[in-house]
Nanobody, 125 residues
């Protein structure tokens, strides 16, 4: 239904901040609530947070520990994930995903359909 692309991941020292971006090839990211996940290769994705279609509501997992913020710029057709004070345990592939329209599962991968390829975040100690 929609093709997503993440960018912004890089190698950073502990304590740095990162801004990750999620954009859509078609039709538009503005038509979907968007979730952010992270995962190690071969492991289940971990839910980080979700933002509504309008951008007015955002929800976060306990694992974010208050360091993660999701925002939406409808004019730029982009959803962002801001990570403050990154730690080595934040090292993972970060992916955005489009919420399934009628799913009540907001906080796990089962509630999402289309996924981006992911962007690698690596944090040095």
């Amino acid at each position: 239904q929609v093709q997503l692309f993440e960018s912004g991941g890089r190698l950073v020292p502990a304590g740095a901040s990162l801004l990750l971006s999620c954009t859509a090839c078609r039709p538009t990211i503005n038509d979907y609530a968007i979730g952010w996940f992270r995962r190690d290769p071969g492991k289940d994705p971990e839910f980080l947070g979700r933002i509504s279609r309008s951008g007015g509501d955002a929800f976060y997992a306990d694992a974010t520990k208050g360091r993660f913020a999701i925002s939406r710029d409808r004019a730029k057709n982009t959803v962002y994930l801001q990570i403050e004070s990154v730690q080595p345990e934040d090292t993972a592939v970060y992916s955005c995903a489009a919420a399934q329209v009628h799913s009540a599962d907001w906080y796990s991968a089962g509630g999402y359909g289309d996924w981006g390829q992911g962007t690698q975040v690596t944090v040095s100690a």
